[in-house]
């Protein structure tokens, strides 16, 4: 019987790396061309002191793991729920199964055909356990959250000798500001290698990704494409302004499209800094059969479809109708001539911040990005 060529590749490597001074690279530059981050991943648990041949001793978990991950985890949880059962059946028939981790690779979550007979499968399939890097080496778990990519790893590809039984694809989890805020991971127990499952797992991440983009409360949804596609297709970008146009969600691709966006894990990003229109005329869009041509601040154009959330979805009601932001709008121009003139002093008053303040003066004026 001949020996597996995949399982003889990863023993090679390992051989390079984990017992000896040599490179991944050097040792199989065409079979390994593409698992650079394995070498990192493996690298990293040397350079905690692990070796391989250790026993791997899971945590305990406490009593009170699923009550805990709820409260702590509510909205990722509620976002993936859909998505990691749909997952689940998917892979069911070849004996694979879900996991759901928060940023730190800790079990919020699990669901699929878990044998629990089987302790190798369930010792990780507990809410509560750590299954990061720095816990149990060289996984999916810990190296999609590594490295912030999309992997797959079969059997010895694992750091450890014990944990050499699984075969596990995983991927990052985005929140709506860019942050990293978990991983979606789909493992089997001594099972046929399906690399597939990296592309599988990682649209369903893009699926949570944007579930819980569409759970912040906003005023308008945008689905965004090039120019020459349609938005709002499967998988699309997507972001989420408030009343006031200022972005308070996005989903990755829409991260890729308008790399400004990137801002959002560090402060707000407003509609004006994206596109090179008076924001307004977006909420005008609402509800029109064709997307809009909409100019960049790059001199590029995108299609862009705009809608308000149902009546029935969770948030605030879509934007105010010309009369209230009308009044609005008179009430800060009352308050600004109450201050002199002084916007830093209107705005304290109003409750409101500086750049609102301006962008209000500035839309009155027809101007499209805010001065000042």
Request: net charge neutral.
């Given at each position: 019987m001949h020996a597996d060529p995949r399982l003889q590749q990863i023993e090679l490597a390992r051989r390079a790396v984990l017992h000896g001074s040599g490179s991944v690279t050097d040792a199989l530059v065409q079979a390994w061309y593409d698992r650079a981050w394995l070498e990192r991943s493996w690298?990293?648990?040397?350079?905690?002191?692990?070796?391989?041949?250790?026993?791997?001793?899971?945590?305990?978990?406490?009593?009170?793991?699923?009550?805990?991950?709820?409260?702590?985890?509510?909205?990722?949880?509620?976002?993936?729920?859909?998505?990691?059962?749909?997952?689940?059946?998917?892979?069911?028939?070849?004996?694979?199964?879900?996991?759901?981790?928060?940023?730190?690779?800790?079990?919020?979550?699990?669901?699929?055909?878990?044998d629990r007979r089987d302790p190798r499968a369930d010792v990780i399939a507990r809410v509560g356990v750590d299954l990061s890097e720095r816990s149990v080496g060289t996984s999916a778990i810990g190296a999609a959250l590594g490295e912030l990519q999309?992997?797959?790893?079969?059997?010895?590809?694992?750091?450890?000798?014990?944990?050499?039984?699984?075969?596990?694809?995983?991927?990052?989890?985005?929140?709506?500001?860019?942050?990293?805020?978990?991983?979606?991971?789909?493992?089997?127990?001594?099972?046929?290698?399906?690399?597939?499952?990296?592309?599988?797992?990682?649209?369903?991440?893009?699926?949570?990704?944007?579930?819980?983009?569409?759970?912040?409360?906003?005023?308008?949804?945008?689905?965004?494409?090039?120019?020459?596609?349609?938005p709002g297709d499967e998988q699309g970008a997507l972001l989420c302004l408030d009343a006031d146009g200022a972005v308070v969600s996005s989903n990755g691709a829409a991260r890729e499209m308008l790399p400004h966006l990137h801002g959002l894990a560090h402060g707000p990003v407003h509609a004006s800094d994206l596109f090179a229109l008076p924001w307004q005329h977006l909420f005008d869009q609402a509800g029109r059969a064709e997307p809009a041509q909409v100019p960049l601040w790059s001199g590029l154009r995108l299609a862009v479809r705009a809608r308000r959330p149902r009546a029935d979805a969770p948030g605030p009601a879509s934007p105010s109708r010309p009369p209230l932001k009308a009044l609005e709008t008179e009430l800060i121009h009352q308050a600004v001539r109450e201050a002199g003139g002084n916007v830093d002093a209107a705005a304290r008053t109003l409750g409101l911040s500086r750049a609102t303040v301006y962008r209000r003066l500035a839309a009155t004026r027809g101007g499209g990005r805010p001065q000042g």
């Open positions: 690298r990293r648990c040397l350079a905690q002191g692990h070796r391989p041949e250790q026993h791997v001793a899971f945590d305990m978990v406490p009593s009170n793991a699923r009550q805990h991950a709820a409260e702590a985890h509510r909205g990722l949880l509620s976002a993936a729920r859909p998505e990691l059962e749909r997952l689940a059946r998917a892979v069911a028939p070849i004996r694979y199964f879900a996991i759901l981790t928060d940023a730190h690779g800790t079990v919020i979550d699990t669901t699929g055909a878990i999309p992997v797959w790893l079969h059997r010895g590809e694992h750091f450890f000798q014990d944990t050499s039984v699984y075969s596990c694809a995983g991927a990052p989890l985005f929140g709506p500001n860019g942050r990293c805020v978990g991983m979606l991971d789909l493992t089997g127990v001594e099972v046929a290698e399906r690399p597939e499952l990296k592309h599988l797992v990682a649209r369903s991440a893009r699926a949570i990704e944007a579930a819980l983009a569409l759970a912040v409360p906003h005023a308008l949804q945008l689905d965004l494409a090039w120019a020459d596609s349609l």
